[in-house]
């Protein structure tokens, strides 16, 4: 399952917080209980673990992420190479292009599902 949408933001950094905001609630309303939340933005990974954030755009994010992260359960945050990160990178491609709006998939299109094996590809 996964998400994708277009968003009015000043920056890549609001996006990348605002993506990994939606995709826990996503995981979370989904009932699941041990999540690997995989990123490739160093900002961002910085800034949830720390306790600063430049603007209050990307501060209210920080707080709604770390707010997901104290409920009951086990959420491992982690850094991955962009080249790793294709299906994120294609998601934000495909909300940026389409009219959809914002969008929640049950399922993965074949296009996300080939770009799955190859991000889990050694």
Same mark, same amino acid.
């Given at each position: ?8 933001a ?9 993506? #990994?905001?939606?995709? !826990? *609630?996503l995981?979370? &309303?989904a009932?699941?209980?041990? /999540?690997?939340?995989?990123m490739d933005?160093?900002d961002?990974l ?6 600063y954030?430049p ?8 707080s709604k #992420?770390k707010?997901n !992260? *104290?409920?009951?359960? &086990?959420?491992?945050?982690?850094l /991955? ?5 294709s299906?994120a ?7 940026s292009?389409?009219?959809?709006g ?8 074949h296009?996300i599902h080939?770009r ?7």
């Amino acid at each position: 399952m996964g998400c994708s949408g277009s968003l009015q933001a000043n920056s890549s950094l609001t996006c990348e917080l605002y993506a #990994i905001w939606k995709g !826990l *609630l996503l995981a979370r &309303s989904a009932g699941y209980k041990n /999540i690997i939340c995989e990123m490739d933005c160093l900002d961002a990974l910085q800034l949830i673990q720390l306790d600063y954030s430049p603007s209050t755009v990307e501060h209210d994010l920080v707080s709604k #992420i770390k707010e997901n !992260l *104290l409920q009951n359960w &086990s959420v491992q945050l982690s850094l /991955i190479q962009r080249s790793a990160n294709s299906v994120a990178d294609y998601m934000a491609r495909f909300a940026s292009t389409t009219q959809h709006g914002y969008r929640e998939w049950s399922t993965p299109s074949h296009e996300i599902h080939d770009r799955v094996q190859h991000d889990l590809a050694p």
